[in-house]
């Protein structure tokens, strides 16, 4: 079983890593064409509502509550299997629809009430006829108009994500993990393939980024409908009346919120950080009658930011706790299999998340430099950025830890623990955004305040998770995270030693020399650090046999 979900982990990280790579190169064309701007402010925030439901639905809460059941009724019935998964796809398109026209509405009305901005070439604007520089317009009707377009999104990546769980349940994980591919695409060709017109001033930077959103739909509709012609084989039936479909969707849905909470707690504390960094280009300079710490462009900063940090966490820690949570939810009553394959996805995960916290806070300059410096994104973007970077990147592990504890508490059906946990974390969050945000951090407060909040979730949930499955947290498993904070220690020795000989300097150039340099000379240290231990860790991720000595 542990060799299974291994594989599965494998399969998804490697459909990951492809998503991710095309995800950045997403993000590197948006900072090139539109660089660090208000535009991008607004953009980036109105992608984050439906994303925050693929967030939260791909990688959480409806998947965590229709997993286990869905799995429970493919072994004791798969008839009633096929009932209950057509049905809820059912339920949750009429739902999410329904909520989409409720949003559009709501979104109309802001949109109303907001200023009225007229976009010009090259960035200009006219307010009630007067020209205005762009620092000092308040970008809140384009964020709405944006909003509305990508609404739509909402129910289409969420149908996507539960016929995706049905196919994780069939053992079938490469569909679901390469969708995303789909949408970076789409929203790539809409970027570069506009830009000629963008560049010779025949097409402003708002019609542009709206184009970019009509590729979001357009790109929801594709992913839509790859995921339903993988899953025919599954044969899903929609039954409205069958009783015990009726009754599994709605414990489903009764579960699922609770479960959004809990494993949702850093995308809200995401979006919390968001709201706070896009105060500046939405509302304006100021709150309450004072200056606002934060600048224009602080929401892009921390966008771009964050996506560094994430293809580390997606790649491997969010692919792991996917591959993870079938197999604990087919073990809940085996406690022995359970705390094993519990084990070994904890051991996995830190001995992969240690090195990525501490590498990408020593490469955070060149990480960024080489993906978004070029066009519109500076040098002093650069800079800005990878300040905030080094914020995120301590707590990667504890970011991956939290994805395989919560889920060991669902696959166990005790939904609440972590939701409690979730909603202090929250509040503690907000209260350090509040605070780090006038200190001379600015936007990196809110990056470092998101880390502390995911080191004490994850350390709270450990010692609550040790009541419940006391053989956890073994010699076995404190040993392996021992050797893994030694091997990431070489790690960071290697980087360290090698830095005054490769180039320091701000050129696309140097920075990509210096990058590859020390990511090969921290990976071999890495790697030579944990054969000299003999970490059997090493060839789990390598896909070397399971039997190894544990």
Known sequence: MSEQFEKHARTLSIFTFVSRITGLVRDAALASVFGITPFTDAFNFAFQIPNLFRRLFGEGAISAAFIPRYTELLRDDPERARKYCGLLLGVLATFLWLVVLVGELVIYVLWSGAPQVEYTVGNMVHVGGVPIASMSVRYARFAYELAAIMLPYMPLICIVAVGGSALQAHGR?????????????????????????????????????????????????????????????????????????????????????????????????IVVDGIIASWPSIVGPNILGMPYPLAEGAMTAITNASRLYEFPLGVFGISIAMAIFPAL???????????????????????????????????AREAVGVLFQRGEFGADDTARVAWVLVGFAPAIWAYQAIQIFTRAFYALKETMRPVKIAVAMVA????????????????????????????????????????????????????SWMRSVIAAGALLLAIVAIAPFVPAGTTWMEMAIALTSKIVIGTAAFVLAARAMAMPELGWALGRSASSKS
């Open 329 to 363: 939810s087919r073990q809940n009553n085996d406690l022995p299999a359970f705390t094993n394959t519990l084990r070994r996805g904890l051991r996995l995960s830190l001995f992969i998340g240690l090195p990525a916290s501490v590498g990408l806070m020593l490469v």
């Open 173 to 269: 994980f490469g569909p679901t993990a390469g969708s995303p591919i789909i949408l970076n695409l789409l929203m790539i060709a809409a970027m570069l393939g506009l830009t000629p017109f963008f560049l010779d001033g025949s097409m402003d930077p708002a019609t542009h980024l709206r184009v970019v959103a009509c590729a979001v739909i357009v790109a929801g509709i594709l992913q839509v409908s790859w995921t339903l012609f993988v899953l025919r084989h599954a044969r899903p039936v929609f039954a409205p009346h069958d009783p015990s479909a009726r009754a599994s969707v709605r414990a489903t849905l009764r579960s699922a919120l609770p479960m959004m909470l809990g494993l949702g707690v850093l995308q809200i504390n």
């Open 428 to 479: 503690l969050n907000v209260c350090l955004n509040i605070a780090l945000i006038f200190t001379p951090l600015r936007e990196a407060g809110l990056a470092w305040s998101t880390a502390i909040c995911a080191i004490v979730q994850a350390a709270v949930l450990a010692w609550v998770l040790v009541q419940r499955v006391p053989g956890f947290m073994s010699r076995d498993v404190l040993a």
